[in-house]
């Protein structure tokens, strides 16, 4: 069981299919909380959301993209149903977040 302790960055997906689970990540809560860690830690973020969000695709760290209706490039967020409410969100494999 996991308790909240700060601001909500995303959602542990448990899937049940056999497939390794996923974490669904808000991405303006993620930038915000890693942006203020950065801050704490007297430095800051180099790259712009949007940057990082691409960057973050390019590398193969994005598991989940769909397409943008207008552009038909990959948009970096899909749609998903959490706790009942449809949001936008990043999907990553749960072994980038996992230890050895």
């Given at each position: 069981?996991?308790?909240?302790?700060?601001?909500?960055?995303?959602?542990?997906?448990?899937?049940?299919?056999?497939?390794?689970?996923?974490?669904?990540?808000v991405?303006?809560?993620?930038?915000?909380?890693?942006?203020?860690?950065?801050?704490?830690?007297?430095?800051?973020?180099?790259?712009?959301?949007?940057?990082?969000?691409?960057?973050?695709?390019?590398?193969?760290?994005?598991i989940?993209?769909?397409?943008?209706?207008?552009?038909?490039?990959?948009?970096?967020?899909?749609?998903?149903?959490?706790?009942?409410?449809?949001?936008?969100?990043?999907?990553?494999?749960?072994?980038?977040?996992?230890?050895?």
């Amino acid at each position: 069981m996991y308790n909240p302790m700060g601001d909500c960055i995303g959602y542990l997906n448990e899937q049940t299919s056999g497939k390794p689970c996923e974490v669904w990540l808000v991405q303006d809560n993620a930038f915000k909380v890693a942006a203020q860690f950065a801050r704490n830690q007297g430095d800051s973020l180099l790259l712009s959301a949007p940057a990082l969000w691409r960057r973050m695709v390019e590398r193969g760290l994005v598991i989940q993209t769909e397409p943008d209706a207008k552009t038909n490039k990959p948009r970096t967020t899909v749609q998903q149903r959490v706790a009942g409410v449809k949001m936008r969100v990043m999907v990553l494999s749960s072994e980038l977040f996992e230890a050895d």
